[in-house]
């Protein structure tokens, strides 16, 4: 086993790349199992799948409450945002609130949803993360003001591509394929076992143990979204 431990809080499960479906298309079969036990392996304790909208969010729920190590977020990506105007605005968000506060033991946070929501009502939040950041060290500055913490790459995109400055930091590869081939990671498909190399790269660029910074991130996780445990 491991010797890490991880948390995952931006898996985006329930896109359908993950059943072996693009563009609507069955490509190849549903290889999910293989993805989560690939995770496993290295160390994924937890999964928090993504809701980007008020139905992915239901189908997120639905697959979080498969597995015990399954948890879910309601919310609605600001890209997503003119859902509301297309249904009954007030009901879309009551429809919401209703799905993350009848699944309280599943449901471990709100979100996707946009920074400047975020500002207006941090106050009211725990705390929360900005997940796959990709910005400047003064924007990360700015988040981190707010008691925000800051997370990278999202599955099943923003995976580490051998341009990406970070790459030279990685030593845990996986066996993958440009076309889907069984017991093989796919190329240009970000999977939660990929979280080891954004681990590794955060280490070295930190010079810190990458155990203790594993430990570290694992902590801070466990106290926002599990602070039960």
């Not at 995952?8 to 609507?24: A, E, H, Q, S, V």
């Not at 409450?65 to 009901?91: A, W």
């Not at 946009?114 to 924007?139: P, Q, Y």
């Amino acid at each position: 086993m491991s010797r890490y431990k991880f948390i995952d809080i931006g898996i985006n499960l329930t896109d359908p790349m993950f059943r072996g479906i693009y563009r609507g298309v069955q490509k190849h079969q549903d290889d999910l199992q293989d993805v989560i036990e690939r995770a496993v392996q290295i160390g994924v304790k937890k999964f928090m799948i993504t809701g980007g909208d008020l139905q992915d969010s239901k189908e997120a729920l639905q697959l979080a409450q498969t597995r015990d190590m399954f948890f879910s977020t309601v919310g609605c990506h600001p890209t997503r945002c003119g859902e509301f105007e297309k249904n009954n605005p007030d009901l879309y968000l009551k429809e919401l609130l209703s799905l993350a506060e009848n699944n309280k033991g599943k449901v471990v946070a709100i979100g996707e949803c946009g920074l400047d929501i975020m500002k207006r009502n941090r106050d009211r939040c725990v705390g929360g993360v900005v997940h796959s950041f990709d910005g400047t060290k003064e924007a990360a500055a700015a988040l981190t003001d707010l008691d925000l913490y800051i997370g990278f790459n999202d599955a099943p995109w923003c995976g580490v591509k051998s341009t990406h400055a970070g790459s030279k930091y990685i030593k845990t590869s996986f066996p993958t394929k440009k076309k889907w081939e069984n017991g093989h990671c796919l190329k240009d498909r970000n999977e939660p076992c990929h979280i080891i190399q954004i681990l590794e790269i955060m280490s070295a660029v930190r010079d810190e143990d990458p155990l203790e910074l594993a430990n570290t991130l694992y902590n801070n996780t466990i106290k926002i979204f599990f602070p039960d445990i």
